[in-house]
């Protein structure tokens, strides 16, 4: 997959395309971490949002779903996932690196966060979060570290343990507190449709030192 042209935004959940990104994202996103189906479905439409899809033989093969909030100076890669029989053949690295090409245009250093299921928990899945962590690694991401990150997703039982990671083209090694704070309420609020005053964000930075270190 080396074509710029194979990715492509996807505007509408009325049509096939739509049906076969939700059914990789639906066997392939944790339940836990998932989103309704119709709450997906506005995402699509939404403004601050982009939805990459890959195509292959007419069908889609991995999609990504960027969050552009307009009024802030970060994006967030919310979810991104390839179809199982598509797995292992670069389609997913090809996706990142072109799914932060767009988020670049006209703003070259934009800070790219990441949530990711972390290894640090004796999960049965570990060595898979492992791996996932090492591919976003390979693509130039590092983790936010002593962040202990709280998805606030309502759902049944526990939310996973879970890392924040960041990409930038500027090989950021810190960032300030204050900043990382900003992104946090952003995301609760206009992500998560929290308050942007959740205590979990306090309960999330209390131990984290100033600057924040990238590892």
């Known amino acids: 997959m080396t074509d ?19 059914e990789i994202y639906s066997t392939s996103i944790a339940a836990r971490e998932q989103k309704p189906e119709a709450w997906l479905c506005e995402m699509v439409r939404a403004p601050e949002y982009r939805v990459w899809v890959t195509k292959g033989a007419g069908r889609v093969q991995a999609f990504s779903i960027l969050f552009l909030p307009p009024a802030e100076r970060f994006a967030l890669l919310e979810y991104m996932a390839v179809a199982p029989e598509q797995r292992n053949r670069g389609v997913g690295s090809e996706l990142f690196k072109q799914t932060i090409e767009r988020a670049a245009t006209g703003a070259p ?62 090989r950021l090694r810190q960032v300030p507190k204050h900043e990382l704070k900003q992104w946090l309420r952003a995301i609760y609020r206009d992500v998560y449709r929290c308050s942007h005053d959740d205590p979990r964000i306090v309960q999330m930075l209390h131990d984290v030192p100033d600057p924040v270190r990238l590892d």
């Open 109 to 170: 250093s934009l800070p790219i966060l990441l949530e990711v299921d972390s290894d640090r928990e004796a999960s049965h899945d570990r060595a898979m979060r492992t791996r996932r962590q090492q591919f976003y690694r390979r693509l130039g991401c590092v983790r936010i570290s002593g962040l202990h990150y709280i998805l606030p997703l309502p759902g049944e039982g526990p939310v996973p343990e879970m890392d924040l990671m960041l990409y930038s083209a500027d």
């Open 4 to 22: 710029v042209d194979q990715v492509e935004q996807l505007k509408s959940c009325g049509g096939p395309p739509f049906r076969e990104l939700y």
